[in-house]
């Protein structure tokens, strides 16, 4: 396989896993891109028996040093944070399990080495023996990571795989609630323990702690709409393989919209505000 060929058709599944681990778009694009100028200059020595797992190890580094870099800086972060929402409009090649947004927000509960060793072994099903040089552990203590790992993603409600339809019918629903200022329809749609996770990085209004219940949510979303859509517009567009929703005032990206939902209720939604993580929503826009 020459790079180019590896290039196309192993960049999704490597922007996928720095994207996972990340949660960062430009950081994941940043990443892939360095995997493979290290497999272009690559000493014959290191003989790329499996290009694929080549990739996958120095792609799962160099996002577990780059998330090392950043978690300072997230635990200073103003409010809530949550990961960046991408555009998969007109990209077959992503596939929504590999990029579901409420999956990359769950695994900011872990720490950056459990973040590595969950997703490659559960994920890319790596061996502890594969995954201990990634993280410099000893297989046995990658392998009492992933148990603590997968242990603390359990105590979440596991996602839901739905029909795009009907996903997309709950949005639409959700929408014309919150536009309407309909609280007991919005009530409707709504888990009774769903929760709102807001994310303005302390450059834009969003909700600072997480709004619980779903008579605080619907209360809470109403009044946010009324407060922005008058001089706003709203587009339903596909982020992170699911159908979304972007605030647009003056053209500009204002804030993005995501749900997690069983199909018949939603259980999360994520509003999310902070204009650093809208720019790829301006884009040709």
Known sequence: MTLENAFAELRPAMFALAYRITGNRADAEEIVQDAFVRLHHAEPKDAVRSLKAYLTTITARLS?????????????????????????????????????????????????????????????????????????????????IFTRARARMREAR?????????????????????????????????????????????????????VLGKVAVAKFIIAVTRAVLPGASLEEIDLNGAPGLVVRAGGRPITAILIDTDGERIHSVFAVANPDKLEALAVGR
């Open 158 to 210: 596991p996602r839901f795989p739905v029909d795009r339809e009907r996903h997309h019918a709950l949005l639409r629903s959700f929408t014309e609630a919150a536009r309407g200022g309909d609280q007991a329809k919005l009530v409707s749609l709504l888990s009774a323990d769903v929760v709102l996770h807001g994310d303005g990085g302390g450059k834009a209004l969003a909700a600072k702690k997480p």
């Open 64 to 144: 577990f040093n780059r998330l090392r870099d950043q978690r300072a800086r997230r635990e200073t972060y103003v409010g809530e944070w949550l990961p960046e929402p991408l555009v998969t409009e007109g990209e077959p090649d992503v596939h929504p399990e590999d990029v579901s947004f409420a999956m990359v927000a769950v695994l900011e509960r872990l720490s950056p080495l459990e973040r590595v060793v969950f997703v490659l072994r559960n994920a890319f099903d790596f061996t502890f023996k594969e995954i201990a040089p990634v993280v410099g552990r000893e297989a046995v203590a990658c392998r009492q």
